[in-house]
C-alpha cells in the first residue's frame, strides 16, 4: 500500500502524553515517525507500542527543528504532518486536508481546539516585536485580533504562520522549503517556517472544517529559567534574520515577484 501521509512527532520525555493523545493506531497508509530527544523516561518504547513505524532515539536534545529534519529525511508519505506529542489526530481528516494542500499549494493546519472544546488560536498575524511582546503579557487571553486568529467550521483563512504543534503539506513543498531552520533550537522555528513558505511563493492556511485537540502545556507560561532563555536566544536570532518586524508595520515580501501574483495579493490583505 502506497504511503498517503507520513506523520512526524518529536519527543523530549512525552510517554505520558503520548499515551494520552495518541492512543487510536495509524492506519495502514499512514506513516508515524517519532523523534526522541534523548528522553529519560519511557517515550521511545511508549510510541512503539502505540503504532510508530519509527521510532528514532537520539543520543542527545537536538532541538525541535533538527530532530523533525531527521525523520523528514525517512518520510516516504505524499502528505507530511508535523504533530506535537500533546495532538490527538484526526485520521478521518487526513483526506480533506491533503485536498486543502492541493487547492492552496502551500503549508495548511487543522483549527486547534483545547481539551474542553474551547478554541486556540493557532494561526497567527504579523509576528512583529510589538505583537509578540502585546501577545505574551495580556491578562485576557482567548481574544481575536489582528495576531490571534482562529477559523469558524467551514473557513479556511489565510494567516502569516500557524503554531508548530500542527504544520502539515505536500512532501514536495516541505522538501522545497527544506523543512525546518535548525538554527532554532525550540521557540520561534514555527514563525520562521511560515515567514519563509510566504517568501517562497507558498501560502499559509488555517482549516476550520478540521479540528483537532491540543493540550498545550507551553513552559514559558511560568518563569522557568532554561525555557525564558531559550526563547529570548530565538528571538533574538529570529529578528537578526528579519528585522523588518522589530516595526510595527513590517510586512513580508515575495522572493518571486510577478511569478506568485496570487501570494502577493494575499499577503497585501493580510499585512
Known amino acids: 500500500m502506497n504511503t498517503r501521509w507520513t506523520l512526524i512527532t518529536v519527543t523530549w520525555n512525552s510517554a505520558e502524553t503520548l499515551r494520552r493523545f495518541w492512543g487510536t493506531r495509524p492506519p495502514e497508509n499512514v506513516q508515524w515517525i517519532v523523534v526522541d530527544n534523548a528522553s529519560t523516561d519511557s517515550s521511545v518504547g511508549t510510541a512503539e507500542s502505540l503504532g510508530a513505524a519509527s521510532v528514532i532515539a537520539l543520543e542527545k ?8 529534519n531527521r525523520a523528514l529525511a525517512l518520510a516516504t ?7 506535537n506529542p500533546d495532538v ?5 481528516d487526513l483526506d480533506g486536508l491533503a485536498r486543502m494542500i492541493d487547492v492552496r499549494g502551500g503549508l495548511v ?6 481539551p474542553d472544546g474551547s478554541l486556540q488560536a493557532n ?11 502585546r501577545n505574551r503579557t495580556r491578562t485576557t487571553p482567548g481574544i481575536e485580533d489582528s495576531y490571534n486568529i482562529y477559523a469558524s467550521s467551514g473557513e479556511a483563512r489565510y494567516v502569516v504562520w500557524v503554531m508548530g504543534a500542527v504544520v502539515a503539506g505536500s512532501a514536495q513543498t516541505i ?3 527544506k523543512g525546518w531552520n535548525e538554527k532554532f533550537f525550540l521557540y520561534y522555528e514555527d514563525s520562521e517556517i511560515g515567514v519563509r513558505a510566504w517568501r517562497e511563493g507558498y501560502t499559509v492556511v488555517l482549516d476550520g472544517a478540521f479540528r483537532w485537540v491540543h493540550g498545550w502545556a507551553r513552559e514559558t507560561k511560568t518563569f522557568r529559567l532554561r525555557p525564558w532563555m531559550r526563547e529570548i536566544a530565538s528571538m533574538t536570532r529570529f529578528y537578526s534574520l ?3 518586524f522589530l516595526w510595527r508595520k513590517g510586512k513580508i515580501a515575495s522572493r518571486h515577484g510577478s511569478a506568485h501574483q496570487k501570494v502577493g495579493r494575499v499577503l497585501a490583505e493580510i499585512s
Open 123 to 133: 494561526g497567527r498575524g504579523m509576528p512583529t516585536l510589538s505583537n509578540k511582546i
Open 77 to 83: 508519505g505524499e502528505y507530511i504532518a508535523f504533530v
Open 242 to 244: 528579519f528585522p523588518e
Open 175 to 177: 522538501q522545497a522549503l
Open 61 to 68: 536534545n537536538i532541538g525541535f527543528g533538527a530532530a523533525n
Open 109 to 114: 493546519a487543522p483549527q486547534l481546539v483545547n
Open 88 to 92: 490527538s489526530v484526526e485520521y478521518d
